[in-house]
């Protein structure tokens, strides 16, 4: 059987839950396979570009109407961050200890432990 975090499982997974036109038909609720589809919806999201929380949920609904829960989903997994309602991939941007000016409020400030 292929590792849970694989390739191979993935794309199993996805035929199960993912119709022809990329829409989610349901969220798994075993964990493993859940992970699986969020890998996979992830993806719709550029590395190092940080999205509105609107916007998370607009490219979300794409795939499935309960934009909220996957976007949830997402951020408890790691496999997005989110401050002050702005999202990113983990792993993107990087950390550097203070909000840099470009951060919506930021101004540079330190940021909140």
Do not use: C
Request: hydrophobic share 35%; net charge neutral; glycine share 8%.
């Amino acid at each position: 059987m292929p590792d849970s975090g694989s390739a191979d499982y993935d794309a199993r997974v996805r035929e199960n839950f993912v119709d022809a036109a990329d829409h989610l038909v349901s969220i798994p609720v075993q964990h493993r396979k859940r992970l699986a589809i969020l890998r996979w919806l992830v993806e719709d999201f550029q590395p190092g570009r940080q999205y509105a929380e609107a916007e998370v949920n607009q490219i979300i609904s794409r795939h499935h109407p309960d934009f909220a829960a996957l976007r949830r989903y997402l951020v408890d997994e790691e496999l997005m961050q989110r401050k002050r309602g702005i999202y990113w991939r983990t792993g993107s941007v990087p950390n550097i200890g203070h909000d840099p000016p470009s951060w919506p409020g930021g101004e540079g400030r330190l940021a909140p432990k």
